[in-house]
Nanobody, 121 residues
Framework: QVQLVESGGGVVRPGGSLRLSCAAS????????MGWYRQPPGEPRDMVAE???????NYADSVKGRFTVSRDNAKNTAYLQMSSLKPEDTAVYYC???????????????WGQGTQVTVFS
């Protein structure tokens, strides 16, 4: 069983910054793509940013130039640095990872429990 635990959410004023962390624990062989999704109230969950094992990045257009995704493979941890935050960034942010339980197994999606980010003045 793999657990993804997010931290770093909170309340911030517009223009402020937050850094989210996602630490994976449990028994697994490796983590493929890791990333972040978000879900505003009453809306679907959408991809925010993702990073592959070899460092390829993908961002939603709405966060390009403001958010930076990174990972530390030695720590099985992903990060999301969020800057120039806007009220429309308010959402529950979920960590995501494609987990290989064994060397020959296919990657399976795993989700964290979510962390609230609120941007308001």
């Amino acid at each position: 069983q793999v657990q993804l635990v997010e931290s770093g959410g909170g309340v911030v004023r517009p223009g402020g910054s937050l850094r989210l962390s996602c630490a994976a624990s449990g028994l697994f062989f490796s983590l493929d793509t890791m990333g972040w999704y978000r879900q505003p109230p009453g809306e679907p969950r959408d991809m925010v940013a993702e990073i592959t094992t070899d460092g390829k990045l993908n961002y939603a257009d709405s966060v390009k130039g403001r958010f930076t995704v990174s990972r530390d493979n030695a720590k099985n941890t992903a990060y999301l640095q969020m800057s120039s935050l806007k009220p429309e960034d308010t959402a529950v942010y979920y960590c995501y990872a494609e987990v290989r339980k064994w060397i020959l197994s296919s990657p399976q999606p795993s989700w964290g429990q979510g962390t609230q980010v609120t941007v308001f003045s």
